[in-house]
Each structure stands twice: as structure tokens, then as C-alpha cells.
């Protein structure tokens, strides 16, 4: 069978279980819709937040960016991972004894302030869309290579099934979809994987295969380690070493700020948060923590494995083939634009770092202005340079050198050769983790929109339909918003996300962080904090990303600052602002007071706080 | 949504005499000290591995590979050691304040239970 058909026989398979799932758990109270009626068993709630947390840029994206960054990847390891220590330790438990599960929730009542929930609304809606867009984007590049439809129908496609089931099953649906949908995404991972450490080192566990020799038989004599081939190889091209940390832009400081950046960010993420609520008491709340970090951690020490092999295999086996010796993986990724190859005439194929480089990829480049820019460049090859354009040199110009790093994770068991089943099983995989999050999202979304957004600032007289109706409106409208953003992606997938995690660091963390431990912060400096935060962090941003303008030092740091560590400097700002006004503003009044201290007692120690002995939700 | 108001839900124990009152406050006020303990301790090995091994001495720990494979130390510390030393840190945090919890609860109890005279 070809990987078409075993791709939609897996793909039909594992959607009908999600839909059959969120049929069984359909619910009908706004309970069940929103907090999954508490009833999720610790190890099975572990597994939906490992889902919940593992998008399709940590499915997708994250192995792939790894490959290319070498050891400076490691900020996305360390940076998700370590945020949900931060989560786990700083955030969750005490969200859920104050009973607030929406960020602005807790935002609002703890600085007493309905400016502040706006605020908090305004970031919570604009993280959770840029978030959710991601995960379309990651949907469309899967259904756009194995079913052979455009990238855009495939955003549509997903759209559709998530809207669907995340109407029908609210939270209840989502938390049971979601453990399927680990266990599809960590098969999907590691059994590629596994048989990729199989066959080139002889070690079942990714992991150790990562640290080992290759066989004899890959290597050609025995003891080269792999990791120490790949770093002579890439020498050999001009790439940067593997294993070697600070190279090039990415300095300590920068390595530094960027896994902060995405601890900090994630930390505040409102669809993990949220899943705190579903256990029954605090003391399943942290064995879930537990579980899910260790779910998550099966595929975060897998992922650099992968991203190691897939490194081996693109720099070793590419080079120096013609175009009729070309794995079929490669001319097939080809017609997507995500890997383009442009030829200098001598029908070899040459990957590297250097000016010969001949792998690119198509970008955000309408296909006109590509065709346009290939044929100018076979005029080129032609003439022998007196016209025409060499492609090389413009791609290059443009940013667009070596292959899209989306792809790696998805094109790695065909470059290994793997069965036909295995590569549709990773199709499988990587739309239950751009699927499970997305839902989550959205959840969030609309729960932001109906409860914090319409029942808390516009309408507090809504009745409990109203707020339904404006609940499931909300999905509908972000759905279609996270399909335009999908369609017209602002930057690759683990960039936008990337992004949004930054806003989050710089507006929320400090925020939360400061409520619970500081009885002393009031209203004006925390909000004043915040929007001094997200200024500087959004301004940074748009600066270099929308504006491309070149990154900065600020005087003070030896390298210019990533953008996607600036979350980190707002987030400073924003504690360092606060803190200093704190003293020459009110202290949080009595009632607010009283609110910080119930937060720190064992949980049981007052009746009222489970959702049971809710005054109303 | 909005789960619980603990403004409408003071914790307090009316009934209690002014003695059990302090010590039900003095309980409370060593659970929060020692949560804040096992909290920034826990941070502490979360900082000195996360960025400690894995970024800041990286290029000092590199110098080394992990026993019996071909890791170079700073590497392996990013790419695989502080995610499997974030699990362990996880992992503390629940069967400590889970204990600590447990054991809080009973010398609440303890306290109101004496007083009231009653099982609660």
C-alpha cells in the first residue's frame, strides 16, 4: 500500500475515535462544558495536559529546529519543560485555590480593578490566537504532503473537525479526545525514532543512540560516535558544530533570555491552567502536575534523537546525488515548496552553508513570482550568466537557505526508509498534537470571551444561556480567525508560538507571581507594570520581526538581543516597575487581603473551596 | 465560571477560644513557611540545572563527555539531563506538600477538633 492510502486509513481511524469519544462525553451543563464535572482520574488528566501542552510546534516544528540549531535548540527543551516546573511549582496550585481559572479571572479580583481584566483579557485572547494559528498552520502542512491537498484546504479541514468536537464535548470531550491523542502523538514520535536509533546505532532508546557509536555498517568503520560524525560533516560544509554551545548570534546571554522567555511564557499559558480544575482535589491536582511532565518528558528527550538523526541523514545522504538518484521523499516535499532545490547546472545536489548551497525553501513566495524566479534562473544557467538571475543568490537574500524546518519530523522516517505504516502513523501524530491543543485553545477562547469578556465587564446580567450562546459563538468566531491566521502564516510555526510566549512572560507572570507572594502590590503599580511590559516587549517585536528592522544591544548586552528572548527583559521590566511604585500606592483592600490568605492553607482547610460549593459558574 | 469567592467564605473558626485561635494561626503560619521552603528550594535546583549545567557552564562542562556514551556534558544537560531533572523536581514537589498537607490537616484538626469537642 502506498503512504497515501495508509496515511488516510490512520488519519480516518484516529478521527473517528476523537469524534467518537467527544460523542460518548458530550454534556450538556455548563459543569460538565467547562471544568469536565471534576471527575478525571490524576494519570488520565496527566495525559490530556501532556497533549494539551505538546502542540504541533513541539510535534512538528521543535526536532526540526533542533536540527538545524544544534546545541543552542536546547532553549525550546529546556524552555517548555521548564515552564512547566514554574507552572507546577509557582502558578497552579494557588490559581486553583483561589478558584479563578481564566488568568484575567484572577487578574481582575486580585487588583480589584476592571482596567486590569481588560488588560489581562486583551493579552489572554491575543496569546491563545496567535497560539491556536500555530497549531493550524501545522495542520495544513500534514494533510497538504500525505493527502496531497493544498496547505489552505488542509487549514480548513482542521478547522472543521475541531470545531465540531469542541462544541460538542466542552471539556469533558476535550480531556478524553486528548488522552487518545497522547497516545497517537507519542506513538507516532517514538516509534519512528526507535527504529531510526535501531538502524544507526544499534540502541533502542533514542536517547542513548544520540550518545553512541554508529554501527559499522553505517559508519563504515567501528567506535565514530555518531554526535562526532555529525560535527565533522557539518565542519566539512560550513555548518556550525552540533554539539559546540555559543555559536554564531546565539551567545550565553541570548541562550539564556530565550529559554526564560519560553519558561515564563508558557508558564502562563491558559489552557494548561485550566486543566488544574478537572482532578478533585488539590492532592490529585499535583500527582497530575507530576504525570504530565513526566508524559511530556517522553517526547522532549526523544525529540533532540530526532533531531540528531534527521541531521545525519539530510547533510549525508543529500549531497552529491542527481536528480534521478533523489528519494522519493525528497521530490515528493518538493512539490509542497517546502524544500526547493536549485540547481547550478551540474545536476549534483550540494547542501551547504556556503555560497554553493542549492537547498532552499519557497517561503511566503507566491508561486508566480517563484515560477518567475526559476525560469530566470534556468535563463541564467543557459546564458551562462550574461542573463537571467542565479536563484541561489536571491533565495539566500531573502532568508530562505536550507529546507523548511517544519518538514523534518515528517520527512525523517522516509529518509531512513522506514515502512510505509510508520510514516502515515507520524501523519496520524502530528494532527492529534496540533488538534488536541488547538481544542484546548479554543476552549480557553471562548471561556475568555463568555465568562471574563461579556459576563464580568460588559454584561454581568447575563443569564446562563446567554453566556453559552456567547461561549459557543466565541469558538465559532476563533476557529475562523485561527484559519486566516493559518492561511497567512507571519512567520513558521514554532515562530509564531514563540512569539506569543514572549507577550505572555512580559504581561502575565510577573502579574500572578507578585499576587499571590507580595500581600503588599495594589492596583496601579501591577497594572502600570504590565502595560509597561507588553509595550516594550510588542514594540521590540514588531520592530524586528514586522518591521525587520535589526536587532538591538541596549548598551548593555555583548550580542543584539533574539526577539524571541525579549519576553524575558519585559517581564524584568514589569517586576522592576511594579515594585518600585508599590510603596507610594494603597495596599489591596481588607476583602483582598483575606482572598491571599485563604490561598495559603492546605487546600481543605476551608469547605467552600471545591467547584461543588461554587457560589456560581 | 466564577468557582469560589473566599471574600463570601471567610476561614475563620468563630468558635474557637482565643488560645486554639492563636495556635490554629501559628499552624497555618509554619505551613506557608515551610511551603515557601520547599518551594524555593525546588527552584534553587531548578535554576542551578536549567541554567546552571545547561546554559552558563556549558562550554566549561563540554570539556567532559557522560560516562559510557559520547555526550559532551553541556550538551547532554540541554538536550536531555534538566528535562529528566525537571520530572524529579516535579515529582518532590507532589510527595512533599502532599505530606505536608496531610500533616497540617491532622494538627488542624487536632486543634479544632479539641475545642469543639465534636468529630468533624
Known amino acids: ?617 | 465560571m466564577h468557582i469560589h469567592d473566599p471574600q463570601t467564605n471567610p476561614v475563620s473558626h468563630p468558635t474557637l477560644s482565643p488560645d486554639a485561635a492563636a495556635r490554629l494561626a501559628e499552624s497555618k503560619r509554619r505551613y506557608w513557611r515551610t511551603n515557601l521552603c520547599i518551594m524555593s528550594g525546588l527552584l534553587a535546583v531548578w535554576a542551578a540545572v536549567g541554567f546552571g549545567c545547561a546554559i552558563v557552564f556549558a562550554d566549561v562542562l563540554n570539556a567532559y563527555t557522560l560516562p559510557g556514551t559520547s555526550y559532551p556534558l553541556g550538551f547532554w544537560f540541554a538536550h536531555q539531563g534538566a528535562i529528566m531533572v525537571f520530572v524529579f523536581i516535579v515529582l518532590a514537589y507532589c510527595v512533599l506538600m502532599n505530606g505536608l498537607d496531610k500533616k497540617h490537616r491532622n494538627e488542624m484538626d487536632a486543634i479544632i477538633g479539641k475545642v469543639k469537642k465534636e468529630p468533624r
Open chain 1, 1 to 617: 500500500m502506498t503512504i497515501q492510502t495508509y496515511t488516510l486509513i490512520m488519519v480516518g481511524i484516529s478521527f473517528s475515535v476523537y469524534l467518537g469519544i467527544a460523542w460518548w462525553s458530550r454534556v450538556k451543563d455548563t459543569r460538565g462544558f467547562y471544568v469536565a464535572g471534576q471527575g478525571v482520574p490524576a494519570v488520565a488528566n496527566g495525559m490530556a495536559t501532556a497533549a494539551d501542552w505538546m502542540s504541533a510546534a513541539s510535534f512538528l516544528s521543535m526536532a526540526g529546529l533542533i536540527s538545524t540549531m544544534g546545541y543552542a535548540g536546547g532553549v525550546y527543551l529546556l524552555g517548555w519543560t521548564g515552564g512547566f516546573v514554574l507552572l507546577a511549582l509557582l502558578l497552579a496550585p494557588y490559581l486553583r485555590k483561589f478558584g479563578h481559572y481564566t488568568v484575567p479571572d484572577f487578574v481582575g479580583d486580585r487588583y480589584d480593578s476592571q482596567f486590569a481584566r481588560l488588560v489581562a483579557v486583551i493579552c489572554a485572547l491575543f496569546v491563545s490566537f496567535t497560539y491556536v494559528a500555530g497549531q493550524m498552520r501545522g495542520v495544513g502542512v500534514v494533510f497538504s504532503r500525505f493527502l496531497d491537498v493544498d496547505i489552505n484546504v488542509g487549514v480548513v479541514i482542521g478547522m472543521a473537525i475541531v470545531f465540531v468536537y469542541a462544541t460538542l464535548g466542552g471539556m469533558k470531550g476535550i480531556t478524553w479526545t486528548q488522552v487518545a491523542q497522547y497516545w497517537v502523538l507519542i506513538t507516532a514520535f517514538l516509534v519512528p525514532a526507535i527504529a531510526i536509533s535501531i538502524k544507526l546505532t544499534g540502541e533502542p532508546l533514542p536517547s542513548i543512540g544520540l550518545g553512541a557509536d554508529l554501527l559499522p555498517e553505517v559508519a563504515g568503520t567501528a567506535g565514530v560516535s555518531l554526535l562526532t560524525k555529525l560535527n565533522e560533516i557539518s565542519a566539512e560544509l560550513g555548518f556550525g558544530s552540533y554539539t559546540v554551545p555559543f555559536v554564531g548570534a546565539w551567545d550565553k546571554w541570548n541562550v539564556a533570555l530565550v529559554a526564560l522567555s519560553l519558561m515564563v511564557g508558557t508558564a502562563g499559558l491558559p489552557h494548561v491552567i485550566v486543566r488544574f480544575y478537572t482532578v478533585k482535589n488539590v492532592r490529585a491536582a499535583r500527582w497530575s502536575g507530576f504525570w504530565a511532565i513526566l508524559f511530556i518528558s517522553f517526547l522532549y528527550v526523544t525529540a533532540p534523537a530526532t533531531a540528531g538523526f534527521a541531521r545525519y541523514f539530510m547533510i549525508s545522504t543529500l549531497n552529491d546525488r542527481p536528480a534521478t538518484e533523489m528519494p522519493g521523499w525528497f521530490t515528493s516535499w518538493e512539490k509542497t515548496g517546502l524544500i526547493l532545490w536549485i540547481d547550478n547546472g551540474d545536476d549534483r545536489l550540494r547542501f551547504s552553508a556556503g555560497k554553493d548551497n542549492e537547498i532552499f525553501r519557497a517561503g511566503a513566495i507566491p508561486a508566480a513570482e517563484l515560477g518567475q524566479i526559476k525560469m530566470d534562473h534556468q535563463r541564467w544557467l543557459d546564458t551562462n550568466g550574461t542573463a537571467g538571475a542565479d536563484a541561489r543568490i536571491i533565495l539566500n537574500e531573502l532568508g530562505l537557505s536550507g529546507p523548511d524546518r517544519d518538514i523534518i519530523v515528517l520527512a525523517t522516517p522516509e529518509m531512513a526508509e522506514l515502512a510505509n505504516w510508520i510514516i502515515a502513523l507520524v501523519a496520524a501524530g502530528g494532527l492529534a498534537a496540533a488538534l488536541s491543543t488547538a481544542s484546548g485553545l479554543l476552549l480557553v477562547i471562548s471561556s475568555s470571551v463568555a465568562h471574563d469578556l461579556y459576563f464580568r465587564i460588559l454584561r454581568p446580567e447575563a443569564s446562563e444561556k446567554q453566556r453559552l450562546l456567547v461561549g459557543r459563538a466565541a469558538i465559532g468566531v476563533a476557529v475562523v480567525i485561527a484559519g486566516i491566521f493559518g492561511i497567512y502564516p507571519p512567520g513558521f510555526v514554532s515562530e509564531v508560538v514563540a512569539f506569543a510566549f514572549g507577550l505572555a512572560a512580559a504581561s502575565f507572570f510577573p502579574a500572578i507571581v507578585l499576587g499571590i507572594f507580595n500581600k503588599r502590590v495594589g492596583t496601579v503599580p501591577a497594572v502600570t507594570g504590565m502595560i509597561v511590559g507588553i509595550t516594550f516587549t510588542a514594540w521590540y517585536i514588531v520592530r524586528c520581526s514586522l518591521m525587520k528592522e535589526a536587532p538591538m544591544d541596549f548598551g548593555i548586552f555583548p550580542m543584539p538581543i533574539n526577539p524571541q528572548g525579549i519576553g524575558a527583559l519585559g517581564m524584568a521590566l514589569n517586576f522592576i516597575v511594579t515594585l518600585t511604585l508599590t510603596p507610594f500606592f494603597a495596599a489591596p483592600r481588607e476583602g483582598v487581603q483575606k482572598m491571599i490568605d485563604a490561598v495559603r492553607e492546605p487546600e481543605d482547610a476551608s469547605e467552600a473551596l471545591t467547584i461543588e460549593g461554587a457560589p456560581e459558574h
